[in-house]
């Protein structure tokens, strides 16, 4: 399984941006995926998950209704729909995967995800 995330770039404060993870593998339908984030010195944050079929998905606070997750099982793709973007929103933002996930979980803890994605910079300006 290999995790390739895309998307990430500069904005301004209150813009919009969609970040993609794209998975290589059979196992897509199996996983539970979700988007951590990183910035130097701190440690990996739960952003956002969804279970294997779409249908459940898990925020956290900080999202408060701005942040989307998504995933296309036909793609083997993963999105983040980010809006009103804020400056602290700034980091790297990474994908992950958790093969032969339960159907009905998501997953908040980075300690349950197997595979990761190499990350994609997300820099908004203020």
């Known amino acids: 399984v290999q995790l390739q995330a895309s998307g990430g770039g500069l904005v301004q404060t209150g813009d919009s941006l969609r970040i993609s993870c794209a998975v290589t593998g059979r196992a897509f339908g199996r996983s539970g995926m979700a988007w951590f984030r990183q910035t130097p010195g701190k440690d990996r944050e739960f952003v956002a998950a969804?279970?294997?079929?779409?249908?459940?998905?898990d925020y956290a606070e900080f999202v408060s209704g701005r942040f989307t997750i998504s995933r296309d099982n036909d793609k083997n793709t993963v999105y983040l729909q980010m809006n009103s973007l804020k400056p602290e929103d700034t980091a790297v933002y990474y994908c992950?995967?958790?093969?032969?996930?339960?159907?009905?979980?998501?997953?908040?803890?980075?300690?349950?995800?197997?595979?990761w994605g190499q990350g994609t910079q997300v820099t908004v300006s203020s």
């Open positions: 992950a995967a958790k093969v032969s996930a339960i159907l009905s979980a998501t997953y908040s803890s980075a300690r349950e995800y197997e595979y």
């Open positions: 969804i279970n294997r079929n779409g249908r459940i998905t």
